[in-house]
């Protein structure tokens, strides 16, 4: 009779239950009446198993609370949960959503030294390109990465809902905005490609500003790239003493042979400028490439190389130091002339360039099977009416979830 009075108590109560959720709300209500449900069906058989009315009792008291517990604090449950992995990182950053929990992860991976930290910026325009180079990354290294994503006000949801419904949603990154006005009024570009004054392109002289708790080592990567090599090896590449990153020159093989130009400083730099003749720059001196570099973020600090990149910039929009010559203007000769003898040399096939200077092909496919990271500079990009070796790209390109982005040439899912 204890029993069957029981199950009575369990029925009347939820007849209860069903007419208080009424107040509660759909969700309120379902959950409350799969509880009874279960209860009515399986409590012969917790009397069965436990053997006295109490210990059936106990057990319903404890579901009873945990039901209660996750319908009045749904957010309990999903932050226990997040507190068990904090090695792995998949939100925006406080710039994005004013999340402060995010700035203590982020704080944590940053000064791990297990972690491979790489920064890519992009804006509207290019925001393609960047979701394809970083799961080109994740699809060929087994080694933690801590992705450090910028890009314009305009791209920011579009990016985090980008990653977080694909296959990225698992990656470890932060998002934050570029603030535009940290180059306003700094930037002349004289030579015919106006897109390379857009405020992004600035964006990888600000890395101490835009990552305060970062030290150590960082990558830079365009992207306009493709990795296809395992990351942590070009992580691994030696900065000589004094040096103060790591490029790729640009006066040989390839680069020389689809430029058409020397690629030496007399192309990018106006040697007569009396500023730049100060720091007695031999005009043949080799340029290198700025869409992809080494560097220690703590030793940029130090050497104040912002500011000296700012210098550049700012003498720039009052008298030519750049920009007039063959090689154009741009982010990278204010590079060349701060990292002037300064620099090391990453390894050639981890960086092969020019893949976007002329619409046809610059190189076999044996040959680009073999390269580490493939560089599209130029004005033929992957994603682009007309490009060389597109079909590598398209291997990595996700579509975006939003229809906002489109590759040109033709349609990718």
Same mark, same amino acid.
């Given at each position: 009779?204890?029993?069957?009075?029981?199950?009575?108590?369990?029925?009347?109560?939820?007849?209860?239950?069903?007419?208080?959720?009424?107040?509660?709300?759909?969700?309120?209500?379902?959950?409350?009446?799969?509880?009874?449900?279960?209860?009515?069906?399986?409590?012969?058989?917790?009397?069965?198993?436990?053997?006295?009315?109490?210990?059936?009792?106990?057990?319903?008291?404890?579901?009873?609370?945990?039901?209660?517990?996750?319908?009045?604090?749904?957010?309990?449950?999903?932050?226990?949960?997040?507190?068990?992995?904090?090695?792995?990182?998949?939100?925006?950053?406080?710039?994005?959503?004013?999340?402060?929990?995010?700035?203590?992860?982020?704080?944590?991976?940053?000064?791990?030294?297990?972690?491979?930290?790489?920064?890519?910026?992009?804006?509207?325009?290019?925001?393609?390109?960047?979701?394809?180079?970083?799961?080109?990354?994740?699809?060929?290294?087994?080694?933690?990465?801590?992705?450090?994503?910028?890009?314009?006000?305009?791209?920011?949801?579009?990016?985090?809902?980008?990653?977080?419904?694909?296959?990225?949603? #698992?990656?470890?990154? $932060?998002?934050?905005?570029?603030?535009?006005?940290?180059? /306003?009024?700094?930037? %002349?570009? !004289? +030579? &015919?490609?106006?897109?390379?004054?857009?405020?992004?392109?600035?964006?990888?002289?600000?890395?101490?500003?835009?990552?305060?708790?970062?030290?150590?080592?960082?990558?830079?990567?365009?992207?306009?790239?493709?990795?296809?090599?395992?990351?942590?090896?070009?992580?691994?590449?030696?900065?000589?003493?004094?040096?103060?990153?790591?490029?790729?020159?640009?006066?040989?093989?390839?680069?020389?042979?689809?430029?058409?130009?020397?690629?030496?400083?007399?192309?990018?730099?106006?040697?007569?400028?009396?500023?730049?003749?100060?720091?007695?720059?031999?005009?043949?001196?080799?340029?290198?490439?700025?869409?992809?570099?080494?560097?220690?973020?703590?030793?940029?600090?130090?050497?104040?190389? #912002?500011?000296?990149? $700012?210098?550049?910039?700012?003498?720039?929009?009052?008298? /030519?130091?750049?920009? %007039?010559? !063959? +090689? &154009?203007?741009?982010?990278?000769?204010?590079?060349?002339?701060?990292?002037?003898?300064?620099?090391?040399?990453?390894?050639?096939?981890?960086?092969?360039?020019?893949?976007?200077?002329?619409?046809?092909?610059?190189?076999?496919?044996?040959?680009?099977?073999?390269?580490?990271?493939?560089?599209?500079?130029?004005?033929?990009?992957?994603?682009?009416?007309?490009?060389?070796?597109?079909?590598?790209?398209?291997?990595?390109?996700?579509?975006?979830?939003?229809?906002?982005?489109?590759?040109?040439?033709?349609?990718?899912?």
């Amino acid at each position: 009779m204890r029993r069957i009075g029981l199950l009575t108590s369990v029925i009347e109560l939820s007849d209860f239950a069903d007419g208080c959720c009424l107040r509660q709300g759909l969700r309120v209500r379902n959950c409350l009446r799969l509880f009874f449900f279960i209860c009515r069906s399986f409590v012969a058989v917790f009397v069965m198993a436990f053997g006295t009315i109490k210990k059936v009792a106990l057990v319903l008291v404890v579901l009873w609370i945990g039901t209660l517990c996750y319908l009045w604090f749904p957010n309990l449950l999903p932050d226990l949960v997040k507190s068990k992995l904090p090695n792995k990182l998949s939100l925006e950053s406080d710039h994005h959503h004013g999340n402060i929990k995010f700035r203590h992860v982020a704080a944590k991976l940053n000064e791990s030294k297990e972690v491979i930290h790489i920064c890519i910026t992009s804006d509207e325009h290019t925001i393609g390109g960047m979701i394809a180079l970083i799961n080109s990354i994740i699809s060929n290294t087994k080694s933690d990465v801590m992705f450090h994503l910028v890009t314009d006000e305009t791209s920011m949801d579009q990016l985090g809902i980008w990653i977080q419904k694909s296959k990225l949603s #698992t990656i470890n990154y $932060e998002i934050k905005k570029f603030p535009g006005n940290w180059v /306003e009024g700094k930037i %002349n570009v !004289r +030579g &015919g490609r106006k897109e390379l004054g857009r405020p992004l392109n600035y964006a990888r002289y600000y890395l101490p500003k835009l990552f305060p708790t970062l030290n150590g080592k960082i990558i830079f990567i365009d992207d306009d790239c493709i990795v296809q090599g395992d990351i942590s090896e070009l992580y691994q590449t030696k900065v000589n003493p004094g040096h103060l990153a790591a490029f790729s020159e640009d006066c040989t093989g390839a680069a020389k042979r689809l430029t058409y130009m020397k690629n030496i400083y007399a192309d990018y730099i106006d040697v007569k400028s009396k500023h730049v003749q100060l720091m007695k720059i031999d005009p043949q001196e080799c340029a290198f490439n700025t869409g992809l570099f080494l560097t220690n973020i703590t030793e940029w600090r130090i050497h104040n190389i #912002t500011q000296q990149l $700012e210098y550049w910039m700012q003498l720039n929009t009052k008298e /030519e130091v750049y920009g %007039n010559e !063959r +090689g &154009g203007g741009g982010s990278q000769p204010p590079m060349m002339l701060v990292f002037y003898k300064k620099f090391s040399k990453i390894p050639a096939m981890w960086h092969v360039r020019y893949l976007g200077w002329t619409p046809g092909t610059s190189y076999t496919t044996q040959f680009l099977r073999s390269a580490k990271l493939l560089h599209w500079n130029g004005r033929f990009k992957p994603w682009g009416r007309t490009s060389q070796h597109s079909e590598i790209w398209d291997k990595y390109f996700i579509a975006d979830p939003s229809h906002r982005f489109h590759p040109v040439r033709k349609a990718i899912v």
